[in-house]
């Protein structure tokens, strides 16, 4: 079988075909970013980093990958690390105000998981991070 160079595509479509790399699992994106130097800018694109759905995936890394995703993810946006660090910050560090912004700002990107957390942690949170009382019928 004849092998296709990928760096003769336009640069639009090797950013999506890299996409769609990362999107079948992130084993495959560093994999992808060792080849050679033009893998590893077209890897290093923003935009891959702020759409992954990071619940999609097992999280096979560990140690410098896995931390260096989870950084690149933080860094660009990415709803879904948004909604996990608000839930650590909220529920593990009690930093309500923290992790509620966060968690507001993964459901103001549409991530369905961030909505539902957000809007029942705020019914029964106030802003301070104080427990509402809600009353037993």
């Known amino acids: 079988m004849e092998q296709f160079p990928i760096l003769s595509l336009p640069p639009e479509v090797q950013g999506l075909v890299v ?3 990362a999107h079948n699992s992130f084993e495959d994106l560093f ?3 060792a080849t050679c130097k033009a893998m590893r800018l077209l ?3 923003e935009d891959v980093y702020a759409s992954f759905d990071l619940f999609k995936y097992s999280w096979r890394l560990n140690g410098f990958r896995l931390r260096y995703l989870l950084r690149r993810c933080y860094a660009q946006g990415n709803p879904s690390t948004l909604y996990i660090k608000g839930v ?3 529920y ?3 930093m309500y105000v923290e992790g509620l912004d966060l968690m507001k700002r ?3 990107a549409g991530f369905e998981r961030a909505s539902y957390t957000y809007a029942m942690t ?3 949170w106030d802003d301070d991070g104080n427990e509402r009382c809600i009353p037993m019928q």
């Open 19 to 21: 996409k769609l790399v």
């Open 31 to 33: 994999r992808l970013r």
């Open 43 to 45: 890897a290093d694109n």
């Open 88 to 90: 650590e910050y909220f």
């Open 92 to 94: 593990r560090r009690n």
């Open 106 to 108: 993964a459901a103001d």
């Open 122 to 124: 705020s019914k029964l």
